[in-house]
């Protein structure tokens, strides 16, 4: 039961990331950030809104931006 809360709430935190704009890493690093933050939506998405969720720009990307 506490592995289905965490991965809802990775779901929905990593929903509202992307929908900002502020996603980008995978499933699994929002369960580890869900794990992290006991749940807490509220530390969650302020980890998000930090920018901790940002996938970070490989040497590729960033020839190409």
Do not use: H, P, W
């Amino acid at each position: 039961q506490v592995k289905g809360l965490k991965t809802a709430f990775a779901r929905r935190c990593q929903e509202i990331a992307e929908l900002e704009e502020l996603g980008g890493k995978s499933a699994t690093a929002y369960e580890a950030l869900a794990e992290e933050c006991k749940c807490n939506m509220r530390e969650m998405l302020q980890k998000v809104e930090a920018g901790d969720m940002l996938q970070e720009l490989g040497a590729f990307e960033e020839l190409m931006a």
